[in-house]
């Protein structure tokens, strides 16, 4: 059996482990989950991953696993090239810890769940829906960009002139930013490190509107 990747195609946490698994060359099957449907909430999935999120990864002994941070780091750890992380722990701190400013702290609080609970049990309209989506983002993007404008281990990707765990994540989050029209000229910065993301076939096969069952 082969790697198979449970996962949504607009999903940007999915997003993060199609580009991680392109970019490790590693060839995987996709099964999808509409998320507006709640698929990822029946009872198949969720005795695959009992947290009912997308992305999971389902390894060739049947072993699945969930939370992308946590497969990425797993798939470094099982096939180190490319590095995804640098070697030194300081520089692997620094890394992860721009990661996870964008994995921890701006896309939970705009997950499909937060959204949908905004509209559907406090009421907020679309309008307002959207206007809470970029506020985090901008709670997040202004200091990474700060950050990363006048870090000095910053290349052409967030970490020297390779992609990384940070690129990763960064560039799933500025893709979805695309949905709810994030003014982007704020953070140039990181829109320069999501262009040069853009450069690459790994990144550019994880797109949303390039996966198998887009639509
Ligand atoms: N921390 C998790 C987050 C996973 C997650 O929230 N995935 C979203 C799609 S990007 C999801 O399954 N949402 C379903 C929902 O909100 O109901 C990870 O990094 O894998």
């Keep these: 059996m082969s790697l198979v990747l449970h996962n949504f195609f607009r999903s940007s946490a999915s997003v993060r482990v199609?580009?991680?698994?392109?970019?490790?060359?590693?060839?995987?099957?996709?099964v999808s989950?509409?998320?507006?449907?709640?698929?990822?909430?029946?009872?198949?999935?969720?005795?695959?991953?009992?947290?009912g999120l997308v992305p999971a990864?389902?390894?060739?002994?049947?072993?699945?696993?969930?939370?992308?941070?946590?497969?990425m780091e797993y798939l470094e750890e099982t096939h180190p090239e490319p590095a995804l992380l640098p070697a030194a722990p300081l520089d692997r701190a620094w890394v992860r810890g721009l990661a996870q400013a964008v994995a921890?702290?701006?896309?939970?609080?705009?997950?499909?769940?937060?959204?949908?609970?905004?509209?559907?049990?406090l009421g907020v309209d679309e309008p307002g829906?959207?206007?809470?989506?970029?506020h985090w983002v901008d709670q997040g993007f202004a200091p990474l960009e700060q950050q990363l404008s006048i870090d000095a281990r910053r290349g052409k990707f967030c970490y020297g002139d390779e992609p990384g765990l940070a690129d990763l994540c960064l560039f799933a989050q500025v893709?979805?930013?695309?949905?709810?029209?994030?003014?982007?000229?704020r953070y140039p910065t990181l829109q320069a490190i999501y262009d040069r993301c853009l450069r690459l076939p790994a990144f550019v096969d994880a797109l949303p509107e390039n996966h198998p069952h887009a639509g």
């Design 129 to 134: 829906v959207g206007e809470w989506f970029r």
């Design 104 to 121: 921890c702290d701006i896309h939970p609080v705009n997950n499909l769940r937060v959204l949908q609970y905004l509209g559907s049990e």
């Design 57 to 71: 990864l389902q390894l060739e002994d049947g072993t699945v696993l969930g939370q992308s941070l946590a497969i």
């Design 175 to 185: 893709a979805n930013n695309r949905r709810f029209d994030v003014d982007m000229s």
């Design 33 to 51: 989950y509409v998320l507006r449907e709640s698929q990822h909430r029946s009872a198949a999935f969720l005795a695959l991953n009992p947290q």
């Design 18 to 30: 199609r580009a991680a698994l392109n970019l490790k060359g590693l060839a995987y099957e996709h």
